[in-house]
């Protein structure tokens, strides 16, 4: 029995639909709050051309433990007949209010889960980090899987809170878990258009103006779910790999998006001058409570810095061939465009 958390989220809703793909036997941990939306809405994506008498079986075939990461007792029951693990559940907030409860969400519930994992003799663990975990180097440089870990006001918190569980991975490896690592960078696939990364499709379709002049990696959901998938099935442990496809500028990415949802594309440049102004404005706007919209100091920051990914480590020991930056938004755009239709 395979056990997925974060499966009501985007990439574990990716990563369990893959399993089910290959027949394997799934539990997926639900909290008692979370909805089902974005899980349907991707199941239903993979399994299309299932008729809907399969699909209903399939979905049946789900096991389902309400637990929380950070409740242990829940937790303890849903171990049970557990043998793998894909560990993909994290808080992501770019607001300082959310430093307490995301360190918590991602550094106690990491440590819980491998914990856990050791009681009851698991035999694989797959961790989903992020790049952001192994640090930022100075704008412009290139960074692998060699690059150690260096305090700098470069690191948000959320990188902060994911070399933190990262720490709590390695420490059970130590102790005899084994545990493979990825380092994803910006993921980019299909899902719930208005949450996370993939939010940007939604903003380019409806006329994001604005465009910044940094570099980041991003890589296509599907080729993490089938990275993680071969690094388990070929026993591959006790590694970290960086998995990001392409490093393209923002406004790269905001132009290949424009394209294939046919919209007009963001006009106005934002110099880190113009970053600095923006941010302390939104903050006032969000303390007035005119707005909740996202941008704070640390993603205006971040969008104006040049970070280049190597991902040579994992196509070597793979043979591993991703998917170009613009086939995946490609993709993803026309599913988009196709979900707007009546």
Known sequence: MILVTGSTGFLGAHIACYLLQHQKKIKLIKRKSASLAEFEKIFNYYFKHFSTDAKNALFQSINWA????????????AFSGVTEIYHCAAMVSFAAADKEKMDKTNVEGTANMVNLALQNKVEKFCFISSIAAIGRSISGATIDENCKWENSNLNSNYAISKYKAEMEV??????????????????????????????????????????????????????????????????????????????VSIRHLFFTMAKYLQVKPAKFKITPFLSEIAWRVFAIV???????????????RASQKEYYYNNSKIIQTLQFQFKPVEQTVKEVCTQFLIDLEP
């Open 66 to 77: 309400e637990a929380d990461i950070l409740d242990i007792p829940q937790l303890e029951e």
């Open 170 to 247: 390695w420490r059970a490896k130590e102790e005899g878990l084994n545990v493979c690592v990825v380092n994803p960078g910006v993921i980019l696939g299909y899902g719930d258009f208005t949450k996370g990364s993939i939010v940007l499709f939604n903003s380019v379709y409806k006329g994001m103006p604005f465009y910044t002049t940094g570099v980041n990696g991003y890589i296509d959901v599907q080729d993490i779910t089938k990275v993680c998938y071969q690094l388990m099935e070929q026993n591959i442990f006790g590694q970290r790999y960086i998995l990001v496809s392409e490093s």
């Open 286 to 300: 969000r303390f007035l409570k005119l707005s909740n919209f996202s941008l704070t100091k640390e993603t205006a």
